[in-house]
Structure formats: structure tokens, C-alpha cells
């Protein structure tokens, strides 16, 4: 059997702040298998994105074991991590963070560049994937062009081009209206199925939670079973 895309034991994140120590994450254990999709909800100062940062390997944890498709990815030095996100991670932030100089296909296209693909290539990979995503139509324009739906379709399949094992999304809808939040929900389903990738969603709509195949919750930092009836996490 293969090994699990994510695999983390025992994980604790604390902070010294003003002399005190504040405990974010207090012995997370989480499993996810390839293909799975995961979201995690919680209230505000929960822990979700310290956990998703700790995932990504945007942050370290103060101490437990993460492993991500079997490598033990906090041992590696912080050059080497960076091509690991680059080769097996893709990610999708709440606000897009795409380069507004530059085109839809340019920004879909600058991670295959970063990985050392040569121009043309990356373009007509990143061209494929706009159209996945439906924006075959819109490549040449930048996203000043483009609607807050539209935006965050291209931030998708900038995340997905290199084909990773992983996406990890924060609050990927919460800028979005219902109807649009629906759209990128069912989008990432439709990926999710397409390119058996796993994904990890940080979000507060539980409503769209459900709609992925497993949900958890952080309630004060401390991973939790989700119950479907539970209505008490907000925003």
C-alpha cells in the first residue's frame, strides 16, 4: 500500500508571546490518503491555518512528526522543502494572490517556469489546465479583467498545472458569493475525481464543508470529530 499523502502524529505549535507561552496546536494526528478531500472548520483563533501552513511547510511545528507522501518533509532544509512544494503541492488562498501584471495563462503558467519547464511547454499546459477550469476564453486577459469567481478559477488551476499530490486551500470561497462559492466547490470535486489529487480545505461554511468527502474540526486547537448536525461554529 502506498503511503499516505499526508501523515502527521502528535503535532503541537506554541508561541511566546509576552513572556507566556500560547499553545496553538496541541497534538494534532491526521491521516489522508490519495485522492481523499479533507475540510477542516473551526471558529477564528482555532488553529486551521497554522495547521494548513504547518502542512504546507510554510511553517514548523514545535514538535510531532509530519510526513507527506512518505518524506519526512521537517527534516528537509528550507531549499529543499521549496522544491518539494513546487513538485508535490499546489495551494489556493482566500485572496488570489495573482500577479496582476501579468496575464490569466502567465500566472497559471509561472510555477511550471519556476520547475524549470521551458516556455512553450508551460504555456500549452497552462492553457489545458484554464480550460479545465473553464477560462479557455479569458487566458489573454489580466485579472483586473477577470471577475472574483474568475480569479480564483485561475488561483485553482495555477495550484493544480504541476499536477500535485496535494492542494492545500484556505478559505478558498470566503470572498465569494453563495452561487459562486458553490461553482468553486463543485469545480474542485469535478478536479479532485479528474486528477485523483488530494485536498485540505480551511473554510467556515459548513454547508459547503459537507459537500467533501470528510470534515473535521480544530476547537481550540485540538483536532475533533465533525458532527453534521453541529451549527455552532461561526464565523
Not at 76 to 90: C, E, I, T, V
Not at 137 to 163: D, F, N, Y
Not at 220 to 233: A, E, F, M, N, W
Amino acid at each position: 500500500m502506498n503511503d499516505p499523502v499526508i501523515q502527521c502524529q502528535a503535532l503541537n505549535k506554541s508561541y511566546q508571546e509576552a513572556g507566556n507561552q500560547v499553545s496553538v496546536l496541541k497534538g494534532v494526528n491526521l491521516s489522508l490518503q490519495q485522492g481523499d478531500t479533507l475540510s477542516i472548520v473551526g471558529s477564528s483563533g482555532s488553529g486551521k491555518s497554522t495547521l494548513l501552513h504547518i502542512l504546507g511547510t510554510l511553517d514548523a511545528a514545535t514538535d510531532g512528526t509530519l510526513k507527506i507522501k512518505g518524506v519526512d518533509v521537517q527534516s528537509l532544509s528550507r531549499a529543499k522543502q521549496a522544491d518539494f512544494r513546487n513538485r508535490h503541492m499546489g495551494f489556493i488562498y482566500q485572496f488570489h494572490h495573482l500577479l496582476m501584471d501579468f496575464s490569466a495563462l502567465e500566472n497559471v503558467a509561472m510555477p511550471l517556469l519556476i520547475a524549470g519547464k521551458p516556455k512553450q511547454e508551460a504555456k500549452n499546459e497552462a492553457t489545458k489546465m484554464l480550460e479545465k477550469v473553464g477560462l479557455g476564453h479569458r487566458a489573454e486577459h489580466r485579472p483586473s479583467e477577470l471577475s472574483g469567481g474568475e480569479r480564483q478559477r485561475v488561483a485553482i488551476a495555477r495550484a493544480l498545472v504541476t499536477k500535485p499530490s496535494l492542494v492545500l486551500a484556505d478559505e478558498p470561497t470566503g470572498n465569494l458569493d453563495k452561487h459562486n462559492a458553490l461553482k468553486i466547490y463543485e469545480l474542485l470535486n469535478e478536479l479532485n475525481k479528474e486528477f485523483d489529487t488530494s485536498f485540505v480545505i480551511v473554510t467556515h461554511d459548513l454547508e459547503l464543508a459537507e459537500k467533501l468527502g470528510r470534515v473535521v474540526q480544530l476547537d481550540d486547537g485540538v483536532l475533533v470529530d465533525y458532527q453534521k448536525t453541529d451549527r455552532s461554529v461561526h464565523a
